[in-house]
Structures are given as structure tokens and as C-alpha cells.
């Protein structure tokens, strides 16, 4: 079992994709993150919501979001939301699209990176 620290703005946009999957219909497994990560989901969202735009910000990028005891399975299902996320960015890079950041581009890659090495680490 591993630690994993995101930062919010990373959980935000992983949690957002499960809901956004949810919402279309699609079969949330059991066992998925989101039925054990949800509660914190919906409290930061709540938190965000009441916070004016530079506070939102401050908390997005410099708060961090910890969750002890991941298991490889939970470590790989988050690795598949980056890695729709970041194809997500690159497609916004590709089209010229104004939102397209490299920057973005390379944290998600980093995190990515993190994923893969605790994978590694655990066996």
C-alpha cells in the first residue's frame, strides 16, 4: 500500500473525469476510486465554491490532497485518468487551442512518473 499526494487541482480534474463518466452512464466499478474517494471530492468542492477567485487559485495549485493505504489497483486506475487527461491537454496543444499548456502538459507527465515509480516500489 502506497501514499499518494496530488496537489487539488489534480484531484479536481481526476475526480471530474469519473463524474463526468458517471453522468454519461458508464459503469463505475466498486472498487473504483471514486466510491472511496468521493467524500473528500464533494468537501473540497463544496470549500472551493466559497472561496473568491485568487484563494480558489491558491488552493487549487498549492493545496495538496493525501490519501494513505492505495492499493496497485487504485495506483493504475488513476494512472488511466492521467492519462486521459493528458491526452485531453495534448489534443488542446495540437488544435492551437488558446487553453493548450505545455506547462500542464509536463506536470501531468511528472505525475505520471510518480504513478509508475510507486508501482515499481510496491512490486
Not at 496530488?6 to 473504483?32: A, C, T, Y
Not at 492505495?70 to 492519462?83: A, Q, T
Not at 491526452?87 to 499548456?101: A, C, S
Request: net charge negative; hydrophobic share 40%.
Amino acid at each position: 500500500m502506497e501514499t499518494l499526494i496530488f496537489s487539488v487541482h489534480e484531484f479536481m480534474i481526476m475526480m471530474g473525469i469519473l463524474r463526468e463518466q458517471k453522468n454519461e452512464g458508464k459503469d463505475i466499478p466498486k472498487d473504483s476510486i471514486w466510491n472511496t474517494w468521493q467524500p473528500r471530492y464533494q468537501e473540497l468542492d463544496r470549500d472551493l465554491e466559497k472561496l473568491d477567485m485568487m484563494r480558489r487559485a491558491d488552493m487549487l495549485f498549492d493545496g495538496k490532497v493525501t490519501f494513505h493505504d492505495v492499493s496497485n489497483d487504485m495506483i493504475r486506475e488513476v494512472m488511466s485518468l492521467v492519462d486521459i487527461h493528458l491526452k485531453f491537454e495534448q489534443n488542446l496543444i495540437e488544435e492551437g487551442d488558446l487553453d493548450g499548456d505545455p506547462d500542464e502538459v509536463e506536470i501531468w507527465r511528472m505525475l505520471r512518473l510518480r504513478l509508475e515509480t510507486s508501482l515499481e516500489q510496491a512490486g
